[in-house]
């Protein structure tokens, strides 16, 4: 491996060095998933889920697309999918919970 490429896998793990990180990528590579989710699933405040999301996404490791109002966060790299599948296990039960309709969200997962 390149310097480059060794710095790149050092911001990575990095990433995933941070268990808040670790749970919100861990549900991203089963769905798109936006804030309302996130939050009622991780049991966290908004603000902290969307800082958390910000230094995801300046990383590159998430990228996000609009929907209507609502913002729906994904995986943008398929080398970090493998590397969670690695690290976390390809087929493990849902650990954190399962997305839930919420009746205050207007998403089209909740509708």
């Known amino acids: 491996m ?11 793990f990095k990433l995933l060095g ?13 769905s798109p998933e936006c804030v309302c989710h996130l939050e009622a699933v991780l049991g966290k405040p908004q603000p902290y889920i969307s800082q958390q999301l910000r ?3 300046e990383a590159g490791v998430i990228v996000d697309s ?6 729906f966060y994904q995986l943008a ?18 650990k954190i919970g399962t997305r839930q309709p919420l009746s205050l969200c207007d998403c089209p997962h909740c509708s």
């Open 18 to 30: 941070h268990p808040v990180r670790l749970q919100i990528l861990d549900i991203l590579r089963r």
């Open 77 to 94: 790299d398929p080398e970090v999918a493998a590397l969670l599948n690695v690290a976390l296990g390809p087929n493990l039960p849902e």
């Open 2 to 12: 390149t310097d480059r490429q060794l710095e790149e896998q050092a911001v990575r």
């Open 55 to 57: 230094v995801l996404r």
């Open 66 to 71: 609009k929907e209507g109002l609502n913002v």
